[in-house]
């Protein structure tokens, strides 16, 4: 693979993403989502008695930034996998969808070069809806009056963005599936498959092991993970990653 293609293929990709408005809805709509449902549930557990305020005492340890960022981080562990694979089967699939693919075969670039550029774009676009979430929850715990986020509030905000970019690792089977069924069903629904194993982990004690669930868990009691174990999260995008690019690279046009 000549690094000049790929230089290429990322640039134009790179242009496509700034260009979609789904991509841009999409970032906007878990950014704020995460930090507006953050900022509702911590004033929910501040009001005091209720049964949603009892509820949430038992979910969140701290109190101000920490237990906002608490609530964040059960909010991101439940839905960010389900955004980050729709973002990812989007970028990767949308050939497909859009009958575009033909014409990639005309280029002098590599389809192999352009799966990788794909992949490269894809995770460039889950690290700016993380730095756009981190920022949105910034804002909100502002305008609740926490006051300035002092340091167990900033390492609880880096604990909030380690957690997005260790899901978006997650998110690159998607990518897989949607270039096997040529599609977006199917990377969608490798989205929801995902969720749902990284709960039936959790639920049958095996949750710190399984990559799908470690980063949450790791997130919301960092103790309760070691490194070794969250460490095998980044086995997921290595294999899914060569997987996607050796299936573009047998692309066939009769198919």
């Known amino acids: 693979m000549r690094l000049p293609f790929l230089g290429v293929a990322i640039a134009v990709e790179t242009r496509k993403a700034a260009a979609s408005g789904t991509l841009r809805a999409t970032m906007v709509l878990v950014g704020s989502g995460i930090a507006i449902l953050s900022g509702a549930f911590a004033l929910a557990r501040s009001n005091g008695s209720g049964i949603m305020a009892a509820k949430l005492a038992l979910l969140t340890h701290g109190s101000g930034w920490t237990g906002f960022i608490e609530i964040a981080e059960q909010i991101t562990a439940a839905g960010v996998l389900l955004a980050f694979g729709i973002g990812m089967t989007w970028i990767v699939g949308r050939e497909f969808l859009d009958h575009t693919v033909s014409g990639l075969f005309a280029l002098p670039v590599p389809l192999r070069s352009i799966a990788l550029a794909k992949l490269v774009v894809a995770l460039l676009w889950c690290a700016l809806v993380t730095l756009f979430t981190v920022a949105a929850l910034a804002v909100v715990g502002l ?10 509030a900033l390492r609880a905000l880096a604990r909030e963005a380690a957690l997005c970019l260790l899901t978006a690792l997650l998110s690159v089977p998607c990518a897989w599936a949607a270039t096997l069924s040529r599609g977006l069903l199917a990377g969608i629904g490798m989205a929801v498959a995902l969720v749902v194993s990284a709960q039936v982990a959790v639920v049958a004690g095996m949750g710190e092991w399984w990559p799908g669930s470690a980063p949450a868990l790791w997130a919301i009691q960092p103790e309760a993970v070691s490194a ?28």
């Open 228 to 255: 070794g174990e969250l460490a095998l999260v980044g086995v997921v995008p290595l294999v899914f990653g060569v997987l996607t690019v050796a299936a573009w690279s047998r692309l066939e046009l009769d198919r």
């Open 143 to 152: 305008a609740l009056g926490f006051g300035a986020p002092d340091g167990d």
